[in-house]
């Protein structure tokens, strides 16, 4: 009798053991604590806002948004963990309105009940409509659940306003090369949930490669190490070794033939190829980097800044051009998308240049940071103000022909010039009407 309970513990923890292994390992080494997450310092550093308030138990609803694989979830899970809250989870794209319905009575009875105050982590919100985001206002007005919203999109623009304004937003940024490289190790050394309990040797090129080629994502950068891990046969020494040839087959991404200083020179040479309105360098060290391995959308925008700061309004067509280039590389892809990329690049080299967009900007965002005058005409505020002096009223430009003198700027900025055409392509065209800018 003791010998078949002895073996049912036995077969139970196996099946447990099983069980937890067909877990994907990203989900496996998932962080439960701020000491394991790696990461969005700008965020959750110990004097930031989002780590004072999850540590006082004092994080309302909000909004994380930031690229795959950068945390988002990871840190609503941890919140729950820190303020000891019920744990609740639905994808916008698979949930509708009775599912949120049901989640909200069943906080309602156990904060009522407990005392226990329910998360509610909802993934892809912006995919959710207006109608069902509505339905969620009175419930997080309330107070009844956490409402914690990840999106890879920006909420400002894909949401609806009146969610967006009852939340904090919290902006991620992709992981840099050293915390995927630290995720990695921390699961190839864990022998609990990670890769530690197999006879391991990883080349440091192998795990500079998979940060890379992970571009940020440290979910996709753990599955594709554990791929290499599990299909990788035992050498004579009975280890598994995980090489930079055996990491590119596992993340699909060829390892880049130049090293870092090299890419950004190439880069660099690219860019002032074009400022250079030289085609044949720009076409040149565009194809050394896509043949190099580097990802064509790095070049395109690339393309769509410099047609901006180094050709604008000289020629915007180049600025058109460029972005449809880029939408051609995300839609297309290589080898066909390389078709319209270069396109691009030969109409931005031999278009005319100016760089006074750049100077604008430059001009306009210091006289922004330093000055800060909020004077605003009265006629120019959204609700007008009516002066005796009819000369103070707004003046409608199209009741003259569409162009009539009057002070649009506060009193102190009210002689500034930002943008100033340059004599090159269409700007030389242009007439500036306003007074004191001819």
Same mark, same amino acid.
């Given at each position: 009798?003791?010998?078949?309970?002895?073996?049912?513990?036995?077969?139970?923890?196996q099946n447990e053991f099983n069980l937890n292994k067909s877990v994907?390992?990203?989900?496996?080494?998932?962080?439960?604590?701020?000491?394991e997450f790696v990461g969005q310092e700008h965020i959750i550093g110990?004097?930031?806002?989002?780590?004072?308030?999850?540590?006082?138990?004092?994080?309302?609803?909000?909004?994380?948004?930031?690229?795959?694989?950068?945390?988002?979830?990871?840190?609503?899970?941890?919140?729950?963990?820190?303020?000891?809250?019920?744990?609740? *989870?639905?994808? #916008?794209?698979? %949930?509708?309105?009775?599912?949120?319905? /049901?989640?909200?009575?069943?906080? &309602? @009875?156990?904060?009522?009940?407990?005392?226990?105050?329910?998360?509610?982590?909802?993934?892809?919100?912006?995919?959710?409509?207006?109608?069902?985001?509505?339905?969620?206002?009175?419930?997080?007005?309330?107070?009844?659940?956490?409402?914690?919203?990840?999106?890879?999109?920006?909420?400002?623009?894909?949401?609806?306003?009146?969610?967006?304004?009852?939340?904090?937003?919290?902006?991620?940024?992709?992981?840099?090369?050293?915390?995927?490289?630290?995720?990695?190790?921390?699961?190839?050394?864990?022998?609990?949930?990670?890769?530690?309990?197999?006879?391991?040797?990883?080349?440091?090129?192998?795990? *500079?490669?998979? #940060?890379?080629? %992970?571009?940020?994502?440290?979910?996709? /950068?753990?599955?594709?190490?554990? &791929? @290499?891990?599990?299909?990788?046969?035992?050498?004579?020494?009975?280890?598994?070794?995980?090489?930079?040839?055996?990491?590119?087959?596992?993340?699909?991404?060829?390892?880049?033939?130049?090293?870092?200083?090299?890419?950004?020179?190439?880069?660099?040479?690219?860019?002032?190829?074009?400022?250079?309105?030289?085609?044949?360098?720009?076409?040149?060290?565009?194809?050394?980097?896509?043949?190099?391995?580097?990802?064509?959308?790095?070049?395109?925008?690339?393309?769509?800044?410099?047609?901006?700061?180094?050709?604008?309004?000289?020629?915007?067509?180049?600025?058109?051009?460029?972005?449809?280039?880029?939408?051609?590389?995300?839609?297309?892809?290589?080898?066909?998308?390389?078709?319209?990329?270069?396109?691009?690049?030969?109409?931005?080299?031999?278009?005319?240049?100016?760089?006074?967009?750049?100077?604008?900007?430059?001009?306009?965002?210091?006289?922004?940071?330093?000055?800060?005058?909020?004077?605003?005409?009265?006629?120019?505020?959204?609700?007008?103000?009516?002066?005796?002096?009819?000369?103070?009223?707004?003046?409608?430009?199209?009741?003259?022909?569409?162009?009539?003198?009057?002070?649009?700027?506060?009193?102190?900025?009210?002689?500034?010039?930002?943008?100033?055409?340059?004599?090159?392509?269409?700007?030389?065209?242009?007439?500036?009407?306003?007074?004191?800018?001819?």
């Open positions: 009798m003791l010998y078949y309970i002895i073996m049912k513990i036995k077969l139970q923890k994907p390992l990203a989900e496996r080494m998932r962080p439960s604590n701020f000491n110990k004097n930031c806002l989002l780590r004072r308030a999850i540590e006082a138990n004092q994080l309302g609803s909000c909004i994380f948004y930031g690229p795959p694989g950068s945390g988002k979830t990871t840190l609503a899970h941890i919140v729950t963990n820190v303020m000891k809250g019920e744990f609740k *989870k639905l994808s #916008a794209v698979t %949930s509708g309105v009775a599912d949120v319905k /049901a989640i909200i009575q069943e906080a &309602l @009875a156990s904060k009522q009940m407990y005392g226990v105050q329910t998360f509610l982590l909802l993934d892809e919100c912006h995919r959710w409509s207006k109608a069902q985001s509505d339905y969620l206002l009175s419930a997080i007005e309330k107070g009844e659940i956490v409402f914690i919203g990840a999106t890879t999109e920006n909420p400002f623009t894909s949401m609806t306003r009146a969610i967006v304004s009852r939340c904090r937003i919290f902006e991620f940024k992709s992981l840099d090369d050293r915390d995927v490289i630290s995720a990695l190790k921390n699961a190839l050394n864990n022998k609990e949930k990670g890769l530690g309990s197999y006879p391991l040797e990883v080349d440091e090129s192998a795990l *500079k490669h998979f #940060a890379w080629a %992970s571009s940020g994502d440290v979910r996709m /950068a753990l599955n594709a190490i554990e &791929l @290499a891990v599990l299909t990788t046969p035992f050498n004579k020494d009975k280890k598994i070794v995980i090489t930079k040839e055996i990491a590119e087959q596992s993340i699909q991404k060829k390892a880049l033939s130049i090293d870092e200083t090299q890419y950004y020179d190439m880069l660099s040479a690219f860019c002032k190829s074009i400022r250079g309105s030289d085609t044949e360098a720009a076409l040149y060290y565009s194809q050394r980097m896509l043949i190099a391995g580097i990802d064509p959308l790095v070049i395109a925008r690339r393309l769509v800044a410099h047609s901006s700061e180094d050709i604008g309004m000289a020629d915007s067509n180049a600025l058109l051009l460029s972005v449809s280039a880029m939408h051609a590389i995300e839609k297309m892809g290589a080898p066909e998308g390389i078709i319209p990329l270069t396109h691009a690049i030969i109409y931005a080299c031999e278009a005319e240049k100016s760089n006074s967009v750049v100077v604008a900007l430059n001009y306009a965002k210091d006289d922004a940071q330093n000055i800060k005058d909020d004077n605003i005409p009265d006629y120019l505020k959204n609700h007008q103000v009516l002066n005796r002096n009819a000369n103070s009223r707004y003046k409608y430009p199209h009741d003259f022909d569409g162009y009539v003198e009057q002070q649009y700027m506060p009193n102190s900025l009210k002689d500034r010039v930002y943008y100033k055409p340059s004599k090159n392509g269409k700007e030389k065209t242009l007439i500036r009407k306003k007074f004191g800018k001819m």
